[in-house]
């Protein structure tokens, strides 16, 4: 949210500034304010009817605003950078205190100097000159820190987010989606880190400037004594009161800004939408849908953005009408009170005393309420840092190496949380065979890539036990299981940049050589070499496939000879064949049988015939159950099994006269014209 911070109260006269009757004598401390809050303006509360959506995977309706939570916060990220936060601090608060410290020094020395017969205004001058260019200078220095320890901070705390994100497990990103996790890293964050580090510098920051601030009042109160006792109670009354109805009041911005946070999350999902698959959208001619679609989000923000500012403005109003009450309170009493010989000057030193009582307070409510309103865009931040990957290594885990590359389900019984329902999994058990191929055959949706999930704990099941070389799944550790189950999903991340930063990305010191001898195995050295004779491995990869200098088949094959990089023991392949043309799936299956020979293959494959030709082995899945097992040639001889029925029903496939079509008429096409 790209909301201006919040200044604080405006146009105070310095503290102290009264008793000499001298004030505005120090230029203003510009450091001073340069670490205050820099927050969005006033809120409370988060509860109350909530705006609708919020973070999917987060709280909604939102959080009430936790203090203990803001000060955790805010301490894990001091400790990030401990020094240059210190550093800032500790000058903003001497900035801070100086100035009216140093006000204060000025008007003692005058006075001294006029009781032994006058000061000499060139000592006045030289000295009020010496301390303007300290404050000067230490104002240019406090800022200068600051933004050093802001960066420094902000560094740190997105780089702590991308970690945490990265840990966190599939049911977390179910939830928050991508477009989302880059606008709370990209742009949260930054708000997050300003009010964090505010919560830890206020009381030094500006606490400093307060204490000296009401040491000086105190002194001043003398003024105080010719206000009857009532008036005092009234006026006191309202310097509580007022600021503890700004504070209700500001639960209504609070909710508008949570609308607001809604709003742009919802923007942040349209925009991914868009810029997810440009080209899908040119060719499917969507631009104008698109864009009307991002447009409407956009005012949609707009209209949130204009309710929130116009509540918010509202409530400042509200706020800094304390001053001008106390003021008016004042003078009413002035003007039945005072004797027309009253001179001028007592009524013009009570009216001084309104921005001195007022200042400190209306500067610390509007510290809080602006905590209050900054608090939606802290807490998705917080959720991230607090979050907990859903799969951690179980107590006692170890870094285990394979005895044995074998694999079983044991009486597994499996739904996807949170529900656990409906249950995809059903009471299944298989051993898969070690240094063989197994393919797992089923339906589309029959739960074959849960298998998969299961085997690298992606999820635990909540009934039955997975064994990896006879020891259960969760005496390793995740980093442990994951070097040596290795999975080749159907469709393999591939980051933006060369072949070979493909490679690092799953192993950082690979050498050159290593990458080569597990292209060559794969059979797509040569296709690479044509590409590029001069260098292969700084052939430039895209991560969108289609639109890279590989077809789809090559970054698959490619994929493949990456997850062989790290010598897995076990190969987990979900749809290898898709995307690969006829001559290079010849090669796969002569390259899986080949590996299959130190490496245990269990894949997800839809095409029999892909299967047959690689498989040892199938094992059927339907209605959560395995229903069939055996050698492919042996399941299609004995004909009365899941795979026979595919097969046959994959052989049929090439003649579609049994297949009943439904002639539902098409559409009329967009733009064409019916001719009579
Ligand atoms: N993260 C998830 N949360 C909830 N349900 C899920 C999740 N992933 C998959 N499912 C459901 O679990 C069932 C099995 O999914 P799975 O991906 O294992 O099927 P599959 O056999 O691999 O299907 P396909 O061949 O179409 O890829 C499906 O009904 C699917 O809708």
């Known amino acids: 949210m790209g909301d201006p911070p919040l200044a604080g109260p405006p146009g105070l006269p310095p503290a102290g500034a009264l008793k000499g009757g001298a004030p505005g004598m120090m230029p203003p401390p510009g450091g001073a304010k340069g670490g205050a809050p820099g927050m969005m303006p006033p809120a409370g509360g988060m509860k109350g009817p909530g705006a609708p959506g919020g973070f999917p995977g987060l709280p909604f309706p939102p959080e009430p605003m936790s203090f203990k939570k803001l000060l955790r916060w805010a301490l894990l990220l001091a400790k990030a950078a401990p020094l240059p936060f210190l550093g800032s601090v500790g000058l903003a608060a001497l900035v801070n205190a100086l100035t009216p ?394 980051l933006s940049g060369s072949l070979r930063r493909n490679f690092e990305l799953v192993k950082a010191e690979v050498t050159d050589d290593e990458i080569i001898a597990v292209l060559r195995r794969v059979g797509v050295w040569d296709a690479l070499l044509r590409i590029r004779p001069e260098g292969p491995l700084e052939i430039t990869v895209t991560q969108a496939a289609g639109t890279g200098t590989l077809s789809g088949g090559q970054r698959r094959l490619v994929a493949l000879a990456r997850a062989l990089i790290l010598a897995p023991r076990i190969l987990l392949l979900d749809e290898p064949s898709t995307g690969v043309d006829v001559e290079s799936t010849s090669r796969l299956v002569a390259v899986l049988r080949d590996l299959a020979r130190e490496v245990t293959i269990i894949m997800v494959e839809h095409d029999v015939d892909f299967v047959t030709a690689v498989a040892d082995e199938v094992v059927c899945i339907e209605n959560g159950k395995f229903v069939s097992t055996g050698a492919p040639q042996a399941l299609i001889a004995a004909d009365d099994n899941l795979f026979a029925r595919f097969v046959k029903a994959r052989r049929r496939a090439t003649s579609t006269d049994h297949l009943e079509i439904e002639r539902v008429p098409l559409p009329a096409a967009a733009g064409s014209t019916k001719k009579g």
């Open 101 to 494: 410290y140093s006000q204060q020094v000025l008007v003692s020395l005058t006075s001294a100097l006029e009781g032994k017969g006058g000061a000499d205004p060139k000592w006045m001058a030289l000295l009020y000159a010496i301390l303007a260019v300290v404050v000067i200078l230490l104002s240019m220095a406090s800022k200068l820190v600051t933004t050093w320890s802001n960066e420094k901070m902000l560094v740190a705390l997105r780089a702590l987010l991308h970690d945490r994100m990265l840990l966190l497990g599939p049911i977390f990103h179910a939830k928050v989606s991508g477009p989302q996790l880059v606008q709370i890293v990209n742009n949260f964050s930054a708000g997050a880190q300003f009010t964090l580090r505010e919560i830890l510098a206020y009381p030094l920051t500006r606490g400093v400037g307060m204490v000296t601030a009401g040491f000086f009042l105190a002194d001043n109160l003398a003024a105080f004594e010719s206000i009857p006792p009532l008036i005092r109670i009234v006026l006191l009354g309202l310097v509580v009161v007022i600021p503890l109805i700004g504070w209700k009041l500001s639960g209504i911005v609070g909710r508008a800004f949570e609308q607001v946070r809604a709003e742009e999350a919802a923007f942040a999902d349209e925009l991914g939408n868009s810029t997810a698959q440009p080209v899908e959208v040119q060719l499917m001619r969507a631009h104008g849908q698109r864009s009307r679609s991002i447009a409407e989000r956009l005012q949609s923000v707009m209209a949130a953005k204009l309710r929130a500012t116009l509540r918010r403005e509202a409530v400042q109003q509200f706020q800094g009408s304390m001053s001008t009450i106390l003021t008016t309170v004042l003078l009413i009493y002035a003007a039945f009170s005072f004797e027309p010989n009253t001179p001028i000057g007592a009524l013009l030193g009570l009216l001084l005393m309104v921005p001195l009582v007022v200042g400190p307070i209306q500067e610390l409510v509007t510290f809080f309420t602006g905590l209050s309103v900054n608090w939606p865009m802290i807490r998705p931040v917080g959720e991230i840092i607090d979050a907990e990957p859903e799969i951690k290594d179980a107590p006692g885990a170890r870094d285990l190496a394979l005895a044995e590359p074998t694999a079983e389900l044991s009486e597994i019984t499996f739904g996807y949380p949170p529900a656990k329902a409906p249950v995809i999994l059903n009471g299944v058990s298989h051993r898969f065979r070690a240094e063989a191929i197994t393919a797992i055959v089923g339906g589309s949706g029959s739960g074959k890539s849960s298998i998969m999930r299961l085997l690298v704990r992606l999820y635990d099941p909540q009934g039955g036990k997975v064994l990896l070389g006879g020891q259960a799944l969760d005496s390793y550790t995740l980093d442990s299981l994951r070097r040596q189950v290795v999975t080749l999903s159907q469709f393999p991340l591939m």
